[in-house]
């Protein structure tokens, strides 16, 4: 069984930065997708930045130019950098990885149980 564990959430005043570490276990072979989702209160759940395995990344347009999205293929880790933040940047943030091919199937999708990111004005 595949689990993802989030970590690196927490208070932080706008402007300040934090980083956010996800970390698959598992029969894991491969991953093609990691990414970010997040959800703030009253809202829909939405992508804030993926990343391939050959490293193509996609970020939504209100975090371009203040976050970064990487992964360490070896460990099955991905990260997100977060510069910049603002109050609206304040959500649950989910980690993602998508088309996994574990020891005995490929092509699903699994999500963390996600880290509260708070923004203070």
């Known amino acids: 069984q595949v689990q993802l564990v989030e970590s690196g959430g927490g208070l932080v005043q706008a402007g300040g930065s934090l980083r956010l570490s996800c970390v698959a276990s598992?029969?894991?072979?491969?991953?093609?997708?990691m990414g970010w989702y997040r959800q703030a209160p009253g809202k829909q759940r939405e992508l804030v930045a993926r990343?391939?395995?050959?490293?193509?990344?996609n970020y939504v347009d209100s975090v371009k130019g203040r976050f970064t999205i990487s992964r360490d293929n070896a460990k099955n880790t991905v990260y997100l950098q977060m510069n910049s933040l603002k109050p609206d940047d304040t959500a649950v943030y989910y980690c993602?990885?998508?088309?996994?091919?574990?020891?005995?199937?490929?092509?699903?999708?699994?999500w963390g149980r996600g880290t509260l990111v708070t923004v203070s004005s």
């Open positions: 993602n990885i998508d088309r996994v091919a574990t020891t005995r199937e490929y092509g699903r999708t699994y």
């Open positions: 598992g029969s894991i072979i491969s991953i093609d997708v």
């Open positions: 990343i391939t395995s050959g490293g193509t990344t």
